[in-house]
């Protein structure tokens, strides 16, 4: 017992022991509710829900009309439960730190190779999720709700988008890092 | 999916992320350079687990599969490259973003989350032009591998489970991971 305590404290487990955890939640929501885990679709009901209250003529179209309707849906509860998931992980290894300023760039290894400017991670990482949003659109899910619901089920996709996932993040990798790779 | 199952499953998957060290810039960054393949071993973990789990349940009559996502070749597979272009650049994907922005960190908060919401803006607006066109290519509809080439499903289980643990054997026994330089 104590032993098993003393392992959720830690900060990082194995990440076999992690993934039989995400596995099990995995087969839960097909269990329980006949669903898949998902993240991305969640903001596309958010940012629906944002661009009909701001700007409806422009969102009057058939995407946020039927393909992805705005509210407050279970994906996005889901989401939020993500976002309490993870500072319960931080909160048990006591890495949990609310806007702390040095968290802006806080890896040791960003600031190695980009530099400790804020302006510059957040405009990077800025970028990188308008893309990653994007692209989930296109290949129809990210990494939770294509990659890991399509590929527990054996969908093709999955091992499709997993493919052109690793191809292009070792590709951009490469160009980052230079001789540093 | 009802508002409680999804925040309790979300809860559990989010704190995998943060335990698989998911929430960290360097973790997803140096799959693609092969130093630390912790992405991969939990991704793998997680796909063996719940793949498992969900093909016996359904043999068992105990579960009937959800929509599976659709395999539409081109789209599946250009979604992918995009992706981890903005996996490699932020760090992050839509999950862990989340799950990140709980551990109080302010780049997974702000432009994480904003940048998320104007992707999903993007795409809602683009959505007419691009996706129709890209998902009619090559497209499959909502299939699993085992019925689309007539294997046998537990046979496929099996053999994705032994070439993961060939996989995991490779990674940490036959070093099959560069040293951080």
């Known amino acids: 017992m104590k032993a098993i305590l003393n392992y959720i404290h830690k900060e990082v487990w194995s990440p076999y022991i992690a993934g039989i955890l995400l596995g099990l939640v995995g087969i ?5 509710s006949n669903s898949l885990l998902g993240a991305s679709g969640a903001f596309e009901n958010v940012a629906g829900l944002i661009g ?21 849906t279970v994906s996005v509860i889901l989401v939020v439960g993500i976002f309490f998931g993870g500072m319960l992980g931080a909160a048990t290894s006591g890495t949990l730190k609310w806007g ?36 989930a659109g296109i290949a129809g899910g990210c ?10 089920l054996l969908a093709p996709a999955a091992y499709l988008f997993i493919a052109g996932m690793f191809a292009s993040g ?12 | 999916m009802n508002y409680i199952v999804a925040l309790i499953l979300g809860v559990f998957f989010g704190f995998s992320l943060n335990k698989a060290g998911l929430t960290k810039y ?9 130093t630390d393949m912790a992405v991969l071993q939990f991704m793998m973990t997680a796909l063996v687990v719940s793949m498992s789990g969900l093909y016996a349940l359904r ?67 683009t959505y007419e032009v691009v996706f129709p066109g890209i998902s009619a290519i090559a497209n499959y509809g909502n299939v699993v591998l085992p019925d689309l080439w007539h294997l046998d499903p537990f046979l496929t289980v099996l053999t994705f489970a032994l070439m993961s643990f060939l996989l995991f054997y490779l990674i940490d026994r036959a070093g099959w991971q560069r040293k951080e330089k």
């Open chain 1, 28 to 32: 839960a929501a097909v269990w329980i």
């Open chain 1, 52 to 72: 009909k209250a701001v700007a409806p003529a422009a969102f009057d179209n058939m995407y946020f009309n039927f393909i992805m309707p705005p509210g407050i």
């Open chain 1, 100 to 135: 702390a300023k040095d968290t802006a760039n806080s890896d040791p290894q960003w600031k190695r190779i980009f530099g400790e400017s804020t302006a510059k991670r957040w405009g990077i990482a800025f970028i990188g999720a308008i893309i990653l949003e994007y692209a």
């Open chain 2, 59 to 125: 043999g068992l009559g105990l579960v009937t599969f959800p929509s599976v996502p659709a395999t539409y070749i081109v789209g599946n597979l250009v979604g992918g490259l995009i992706f981890g272009v903005g996996m490699a650049l932020s760090g992050y994907c839509p999950g862990t973003c989340a799950a990140g922005a709980g551990e109080g960190k302010l780049d997974y908060i702000v432009p994480g989350l904003l940048g998320f919401l104007t992707g999903a803006v993007i795409y809602g607006l």
């Open chain 2, 26 to 34: 360097n973790k997803i960054v140096n799959v693609f350079r092969f």
């Open chain 1, 143 to 152: 990494t939770s709700g294509l990659a890991i619901s399509g590929g527990m």
């Open chain 1, 170 to 181: 070792i590709v951009t990798a490469l160009v980052i890092y230079g001789k540093r790779y």
